[in-house]
């Protein structure tokens, strides 16, 4: 029978089939629970399936940015390149799906609409926007930090008679740019890493920047058969290696201060860093995120690094990044950003000096001049942290919805976990290590606990779990110490919600590293699920279970 048919109860819902929900589907089924991943997407890969642009890749090495959980796997898969490009991380995707059998259980073109907590039986109806429903004891939401597209909206744009297309719904035929005019809006990881692909083909590129963004270049290379044969006879010491960095990179973060350093010897060490760590670059010095003067000393190589690329004085002064500390926005590792503007068929326009008032049916009227294009590419980022989770109305108890919660930022314990919302699980969640992390290492971290939960309460014969009040505004207070220690909210980021115009400033990710985190999660699960209720019945009728005031920590 098809699984569409079956209108039953699942012991768990997973919403998302990318990186989290697949390792969610393969670790719940192998405990022998009954589980459907629903999927808005016809394919499996989250945001790998959607963000197809030219020159997309990853900045963290491709075998750390894999899965751990089966050693078969690890030895089987051949990655060619040591930042694997997105449509190799698509072929491990789909190489993981048939490995493991994950298909038979995931419902594609399947978008959740809407979750209702039934709390006389504690579980979760859920419902697809075609009106199919679902009951779940559990709801796990595997939506990932960066799936909720972001385009601005400019006068006129609809008059614009080329191409309109966002870097993260890149479509899925190939598009040939030669001969085309194209303009980039945006200078992040994404249009920074498609800008020098593009502009090999384009006839023009022009590359709309409102933030010069910093950028490690990346020491990309092919794996060799023998670099792969090492990595592999000792991966589990790598694993452990990343498992216990707190970025879950692998990376050990030097110890000395910056500031300690001669400037001789820090000109040393960044120069290693910069030749082989990549996004590790953060991490050359231990006080690089924690202090404005180390900072600062990686500003000045980073700005020098620049200086020795870019030809032209006055684009190379526009290019540089300024007013914002290294790292405290997301960095890009970057395979020729910054030589792409040395070419003739390339050029920026800086919308700090001449913002963009309108589109016309040629392109793009900035106020000093019109830029005609073919082609427009949004690479304005997400709604990042939250986006993907409120998107869908998700009420829990008394019918109070997560976008009330959260309406003054969100409040989770260790990210994954709601109070007034029982059985409802989010990996990587805001208040989790999430995009401040290796995030598979942090996902699979998370999935592995939840699994360890749900054995818990299996054995303990339970059907609720529920984060406490007390236990939440105690967690999002410690994010927000840990933050208050770092740069991170000394400027406007996604980090901090300044990317959605009218989103809480709340700091979402939690600062305090993988490890740091493990070690929390683990002494929560050893002392009893500390900070949970954890409940043999549903708690409907008491009193205590009713929703509380969600008056928000947030300072
Ligand atoms: O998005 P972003 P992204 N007018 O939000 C600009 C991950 N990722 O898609 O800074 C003009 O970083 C905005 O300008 P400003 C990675 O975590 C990973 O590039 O707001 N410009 C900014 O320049 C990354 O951090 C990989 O002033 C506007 C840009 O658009 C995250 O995804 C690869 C604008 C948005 O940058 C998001 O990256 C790619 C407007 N109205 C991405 N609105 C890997 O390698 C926004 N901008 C794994």
């Known amino acids: 029978m098809a699984l569409e048919d079956v209108l039953t109860q699942f012991d768990a819902v997973i919403v998302g089939a990318g990186f989290a929900g697949l390792r969610a589907l393969y670790s719940l089924r192998a405990m022998g629970k009954r589980v459907c991943v629903l999927e808005a997407s016809a394919d499996a890969g989250g945001v790998w399936y959607h963000n197809g642009y030219p020159g997309a890749r990853c900045d963290v090495e491709s075998y750390d940015y894999s899965y751990s959980f089966s050693p078969e796997l690890e030895q089987q898969w051949r990655w060619t390149e040591r930042y694997a490009t997105q449509p190799e991380i698509l072929r491990y995707i789909a190489h993981v799906v048939e490995r493991f059998d994950l298909r038979r259980d995931i419902l594609f073109n399947t978008r959740m609409r809407s979750a209702c907590?039934?709390?006389?039986?504690?579980?979760?109806?859920?419902?697809a926007q075609d009106g199919r429903q679902w009951?779940?004891?559990?709801?796990?939401?595997?939506?990932?930090?960066?799936?909720?597209?972001?385009?601005?909206?400019?006068?006129?744009?609809?008059?614009?008679?080329?191409?309109?297309?966002?870097?993260?719904?890149?479509?899925?035929?190939?598009?040939?740019?030669?001969?085309?005019?194209?303009?980039?809006?945006?200078?992040?990881?994404?249009?920074?890493?498609?800008?020098?692909?593009?502009?090999?083909?384009?006839?023009?590129?022009?590359?709309?920047?409102?933030?010069?963004?910093?950028?490690i270049a990346s020491a990309n290379a092919p794996v060799s058969d023998e670099e792969d044969r090492r990595i592999k006879a000792s991966y589990r010491q790598r694993r452990e290696q990343a498992w216990n960095s707190p970025s879950g990179l692998g990376f050990v973060p030097n110890k000395q201060s910056a500031l300690q350093a001669t400037p001789q010897e820090r000109e040393q060490v960044y120069e290693q860093a910069w030749r082989r760590l990549g996004f590790g670059f953060a991490l050359a010095y231990h006080d690089i995120l924690l202090n404005q003067a180390a900072n600062d000393t990686a500003v000045d190589f980073i700005t020098r690094k620049i200086a020795a690329i870019v030809h032209a004085p006055v684009l190379r002064d526009k290019l540089t990044p300024r007013g914002h500390p290294f790292g405290a926005r997301r960095p890009s590792v970057d395979s020729g950003y910054f030589q792409a503007f040395n070419?003739?068929?390339?050029?920026?326009?800086?919308?700090?000096?001449?913002?963009?008032?309108?589109?016309?049916?040629?392109?793009?009227?900035?106020?000093?001049?019109?830029?005609?294009?073919?082609?427009?590419?949004?690479?304005?980022?997400?709604?990042?942290?939250?986006?993907?989770?409120?998107?869908?109305?998700?009420?829990?108890?008394?019918?109070?919805?997560?976008?009330?919660?959260?309406?003054?930022?969100?409040?989770?314990?260790?990210?994954?976990?709601?109070?007034?919302?029982?059985?409802?699980?989010?990996?990587?969640?805001?208040?989790?290590?999430?995009?401040?992390?290796?995030?598979?290492?942090?996902?699979?971290?998370?999935?592995?606990?939840?699994?360890?939960?749900?054995?818990?309460?299996?054995?303990?014969?339970?059907?609720?779990?529920?984060?406490?009040?007390?236990?939440?505004?105690?967690?999002?207070?410690?994010?927000?110490?840990?933050?208050?220690?770092?740069?991170?909210?000394?400027?406007?980021?996604?980090?901090?919600?300044?990317?959605?115009?009218?989103?809480?400033?709340?700091?979402?990710?939690?600062?305090?590293?993988?490890?740091?985190?493990?070690?929390?999660?683990q002494n929560c699960a050893a002392r009893a699920y500390e900070g949970f209720d954890l409940r043999g019945q549903p708690a409907a009728a008491c009193a205590d279970a009713r929703p509380q005031s969600a008056a928000p920590p947030h300072g």
């Open 135 to 215: 009951w779940a004891r559990a709801l796990i939401m595997c939506v990932g930090q960066l799936s909720t597209t972001k385009s601005p909206s400019y006068p006129d744009q609809d008059k614009f008679r080329g191409r309109v297309i966002h870097s993260g719904l890149w479509p899925k035929e190939p598009i040939d740019f030669s001969g085309q005019r194209v303009g980039i809006i945006g200078t992040g990881s994404s249009g920074m890493q498609m800008t020098p692909v593009i502009a090999e083909q384009a006839a023009h590129l022009t590359v709309f920047q409102r933030t010069a963004n910093y950028s």
């Open 343 to 521: 070419r003739d068929n390339v050029e920026l326009a800086d919308l700090r000096q001449w913002p963009i008032v309108a589109f016309t049916e040629q392109g793009i009227r900035t106020q000093d001049r019109l830029h005609e294009l073919d082609v427009v590419i949004f690479a304005t980022g997400f709604d990042a942290f939250t986006g993907s989770l409120l998107r869908p109305e998700i009420k829990g108890r008394g019918g109070l919805t997560l976008a009330q919660k959260w309406s003054a930022g969100p409040l989770t314990l260790f990210g994954l976990a709601v109070a007034d919302f029982p059985n409802f699980f989010i990996v990587g969640g805001p208040g989790s290590p999430s995009l401040l992390s290796n995030v598979l290492v942090s996902t699979e971290e998370q999935i592995d606990w939840l699994v360890q939960l749900l054995r818990h309460m299996d054995a303990h014969e339970q059907v609720e779990f529920e984060a406490r009040h007390s236990a939440e505004h105690a967690w999002v207070e410690h994010v927000n110490e840990r933050a208050r220690q770092t740069l991170y909210l000394s400027t406007d980021s996604y980090y901090n919600g300044a990317e959605v115009a009218g989103k809480p400033r709340v700091f979402m990710p939690y600062s305090g590293g993988v490890r740091g985190y493990r070690r929390l999660l």
């Open 117 to 127: 907590y039934d709390e006389a039986g504690a579980r979760w109806c859920i419902s």
